[in-house]
């Protein structure tokens, strides 16, 4: 071993992967976007990360899903849209990915519904990586094949991230789906597949949403993840209330909320017992310990996590930066800044460096930078933990 790699491995021993995920961050907002937050009154001088939602399609219909869920009618309002509009094709995402590679993407994310149920979602993947992009897509696991496996290992994925909510019967029963067993199958392909063609890509990772259907279920997706020795990140659902939505539009021009989504979460999903929850969090930390586990807890503080399920106005990160950097683009190219669904512009009609600086978006985050968070922001899973750091970034 290095000596290089060798420090690196004692450092990520004595410091907490918060902390150093907390330090990266600091580093990468002073070289990157938070010059532009301080000095350039709503304009951005380039994008660094976007988030793609290839379809709505999804062979799911998780009950906590914001398009999906027991919430949505079953997601009739996606549903009449997927019927009505016409997805980007492969070619307007070769335009699309030259627009983006112009204004300074780096990262791309693609995500759904599920990903992997776009016919040409290989060729996307191959297009992406052709175009230097570092690639992440999110999934739910059900429906890659062996042929995919193969090919997103050869095209160079560099990340795979696949929801896991339990044991297979709480996972499928949460998921309304039985897609268990597939993930389990995909985990074992990849793994094949990057043996066989000599390559460390994509890292796969699990990914655990914690609510009131799986919240006593979390040590055994621990066991499962060391079994496929697959690392686990732990997040806390997002909800929100009428309130706070209502609250939120009337700072955010209310007309401008575009896309059939909803965080209105029944009780018996987002209402964590957080005593109970802390008591399953001990016992993944023990397990996590014991097994040689990588776990990794999105809110690490007790305190903080009882606050968050239980004061709708706290938030663990108390402004946001994420307008200055990255967007959301849906699947029929409607540009948003994230989870919050404010249409900006379409890169059908509009190229991104014209989007990301329109009057719009320009009012949005003058807006932002002055309340620091919109109301429905508090419980968004960007201002979990890893972005603490925000909090010690000067608003000026």
């Given at each position: 071993m290095s000596i290089k790699r060798a420090a690196k491995n004692t450092v990520k021993k004595?410091?907490?992967?918060?902390?150093?995920?907390?330090?990266?961050?600091?580093?990468?907002?002073?070289?990157?976007?938070?010059?532009?937050?301080?000095?350039?009154?709503g304009k951005i001088e380039k994008l660094k990360s976007v988030s793609i939602e290839v379809t709505f399609k999804c062979n799911c219909r998780c009950k906590m899903c914001p398009l999906y869920g027991v919430h949505t009618d079953g997601g009739g309002g996606v549903l009449e849209t997927i019927r009505k509009e016409k997805e980007l094709t492969t070619e307007e995402f070769s335009t699309l990915f030259k627009q983006l590679k112009n204004a300074g993407v780096r990262s791309v994310r693609f995500s759904g519904g599920e990903a992997f149920i776009r016919k040409d979602i290989l060729e996307l993947i191959k297009m992406a990586k052709e175009h230097m992009f570092e690639l992440s897509i999110t999934s739910n696991g059900g429906v890659i094949s062996e042929d995919a496996a193969r090919k997103i290992v050869e095209y160079g994925?560099?990340?795979?991230?696949?929801?896991?909510?339990?044991?297979?019967?709480?996972?499928?029963?949460?998921?309304?789906?039985?897609?268990?067993?597939?993930?389990m199958k995909t985990v074992d392909l990849i793994k094949e597949q990057k043996a066989?063609?000599?390559?460390?890509?994509?890292?796969?990772?699990?990914?655990?949403?914690v609510s009131a259907l799986n919240q006593d279920s979390l040590c055994e997706v621990v066991?499962?993840?060391?079994?496929?020795?697959?690392?686990l990140t732990i997040d806390p659902i997002i909800f929100t209330d009428e309130n706070t939505i209502g609250d939120t539009k009337s700072q955010v021009a209310a007309g401008n909320f575009f896309k059939q989504e909803s965080f209105l979460l029944p009780e018996d999903i987002a209402g964590v017992d957080v005593g109970r929850l802390k008591q399953e969090l001990d016992c993944v930390r023990r397990l996590a310990k014991e097994l040689g586990q990588s776990v990794y807890v999105s809110?690490?503080?007790?305190?903080?996590?009882?606050?968050?399920?239980?004061?709708?106005?706290?938030?663990?990160?108390?402004?946001?930066?994420?307008?200055?950097?990255?967007?959301?683009?849906?699947?029929?190219?409607?540009?948003?800044?994230?989870?919050?669904?404010?249409?900006?512009?379409?890169?059908?009609?509009?190229?991104?460096?014209?989007?990301?600086?329109?009057?719009?978006?320009?009012?949005f985050r003058r807006k932002l930078k002055e309340k620091r968070l919109f109301p429905f922001c508090k419980k968004c899973c960007l201002l979990y933990s890893p972005q603490k750091y925000w909090n010690y970034l000067p608003k000026i």
């Open positions: 004595v410091v907490s992967p918060v902390i150093l995920k907390n330090l990266r961050g600091l580093s990468d907002a002073a070289a990157s976007y938070y010059p532009d937050y301080v000095f350039c009154d994925l560099d990340d795979l991230t696949i929801s896991l909510d339990g044991p297979r019967d709480v996972h499928n029963k949460i998921r309304c789906s039985n897609v268990f067993d597939n993930i066989a063609l000599k390559k460390s890509k994509p890292d796969v990772g699990f990914l655990c949403t066991r499962i993840s060391r079994e496929k020795e697959v690392p809110i690490d503080n007790d305190d903080e996590l009882e606050r968050f399920f239980k004061d709708k106005d706290f938030s663990v990160v108390n402004k946001c930066f994420a307008p200055w950097y990255s967007l959301r683009i849906d699947p029929y190219g409607n540009v948003y800044p994230c989870s919050l669904s404010t249409l900006f512009g379409n890169v059908r009609e509009s190229t991104v460096q014209e989007i990301i600086n329109n009057e719009k978006y320009v009012a």
